[in-house]
């Protein structure tokens, strides 16, 4: 068993329990956090070295707990996946004030609060890695996906400074901006709004997810882009943001 621990939040569903359970396999420490009890009962299900933690990581005192537990009682955290996201879709006018901030401090401030809280542990031993879960719609804006958007692009504009702030360290960190995945996130789209759009390219599996992060993590680069498509989605929007809404209207239809 190694000695190193695997922080990963939002670690109840989908690719941080993906996560969790590989990480386990290959004989690391987890510490698995999220809000979903069911789901974190799965996700230790037959790995003895997955610990679970009811944790909200909107509440930057609990984080902060959970983080200092896991390093005195499990050992010294190696490697960080800030997972843990909702996605309620809708037009801006359609969805309550409250979902806008209710999405931001999931998927903005989770982020925040759990880097806050390792990274000065990760510097001090100047080693390891953190993960953050942005998203290409981190980059690219659609129709009915305004909240989800700004908190994604928050994530890539937080983890960015956070990288360059350290880039003479040897702790890395990674911003995975992956297109849809084939995960439960995606039926919250279903349960609100589907954009149509989401219908024009296919729906990855959590694994290519998993297996792009390795490689970045082995090639040190900042932004991870998994799928065939989806940098050149990135640089799109970048060169001709034109052509990808008159692309998105006339799919929507308005
Ligand atoms: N699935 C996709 O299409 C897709 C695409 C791009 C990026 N992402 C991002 O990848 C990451 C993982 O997504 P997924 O598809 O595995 O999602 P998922 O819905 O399967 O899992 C997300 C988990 O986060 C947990 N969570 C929600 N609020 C929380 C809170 N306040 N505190 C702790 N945990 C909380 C949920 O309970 C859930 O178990 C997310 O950041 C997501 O935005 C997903």
């Not at 849809?180 to 995606?186: A, D, M, N, R």
């Given at each position: 068993m190694k000695d190193e621990t695997i922080f990963i939040t939002g670690?109840?569903?989908g690719m941080g329990q993906l996560a969790a359970r590989t990480y386990a396999e290959q004989g690391y420490q987890v510490a698995a956090v999220d809000v979903n009890e069911k789901g974190l009962l799965e996700t230790a299900?037959?790995?003895?070295n997955i610990r679970t933690f009811n944790t909200d990581v909107t509440d930057f005192a609990a984080v902060q707990q959970v983080v200092d537990e896991t390093e005195a009682?499990?050992?010294?955290?190696r490697r960080v996946y800030n997972a843990a996201a909702i996605m309620p879709l809708g037009k801006v006018v359609d969805q309550d004030v409250e979902v806008f901030h209710k999405v931001m401090d999931i998927n903005y401030n989770g982020v925040v609060n759990v880097s806050k809280a390792v990274m000065p542990k990760l510097l001090e031993r100047n080693s390891g890695e953190l993960v953050n879960f942005a998203s290409l719609a981190g980059w690219v804006p659609i129709l009915y996906m305004a909240a989800y958007n700004a908190s994604k692009f928050a994530v890539v504009a937080f983890t960015e400074v956070l990288a360059h702030e350290h880039q003479d360290s040897h702790v890395k960190v990674l911003c995975v901006c992956p297109p849809?995945?084939?995960?439960?996130?995606?039926d919250q789209a279903r349960d609100t709004v589907w954009p149509?759009?989401?219908?024009q390219g296919d729906q990855i599996e959590p694994q290519d997810v998993l297996n792009a992060i390795s490689q970045a993590i082995a090639d040190d680069e900042l932004f991870v882009f998994p799928g065939k498509r989806t940098r050149m989605g990135q640089r799109m929007r970048r060169w001709f943001p034109g052509l990808i809404w008159k692309n998105v209207h006339e799919t929507e239809g308005f």
């Open positions: 670690a109840g569903s299900e037959n790995h003895q009682k499990i050992g010294p955290i849809p995945v084939k995960t439960p996130l995606l149509k759009v989401f219908d």
